[in-house]
């Protein structure tokens, strides 16, 4: 059973941005190994992208746009929280940053061949 504390937006919205940032760290090292594949040249680029283009990458990529949104929409919360010491209304700014969320991984979902 979940605490009180814990069906607060407020801390859906941390662990939300730490999950995010958890999946942006693990998302790196493939990143790294792309640019490395690129420092081989442009036949070893193209069959590398050939490697990745499956509809589980496309997912993967969905959910990457979803977790950098998710990650920048929260953590610019963060800052008005800090800098402008801005508390109330939060369950409205944390929907408000899930709907740019949303929006985004949409319009990229979208645009995605």
Do not use: W, Y
Not at 31 to 50: K, W
Not at 96 to 106: P, Q, S
Request: hydrophobic share 60%.
């Amino acid at each position: 059973m979940m605490r009180a504390s814990h069906r607060q937006p407020g801390f859906v919205a941390a662990t939300l941005h730490r999950l995010s940032g958890i999946a942006l760290a693990i998302f790196l090292p493939l990143h790294f190994l792309a640019l490395g594949t690129a420092l081989r040249g442009a036949d070893a680029l193209d069959s590398f992208f050939t490697a990745t283009n499956t509809p589980l990458v496309k997912a993967a990529e969905c959910g990457l746009v979803l977790a950098l949104t998710v990650h920048m929409t929260l953590g610019l919360r963060l800052l008005a929280i800090e800098f402008f010491a801005v508390r109330e209304r939060t369950l409205a700014v944390v929907s408000a940053c899930l709907a740019v969320t949303f929006a985004a991984g949409l319009i990229f979902a979208l645009n995605v061949h």
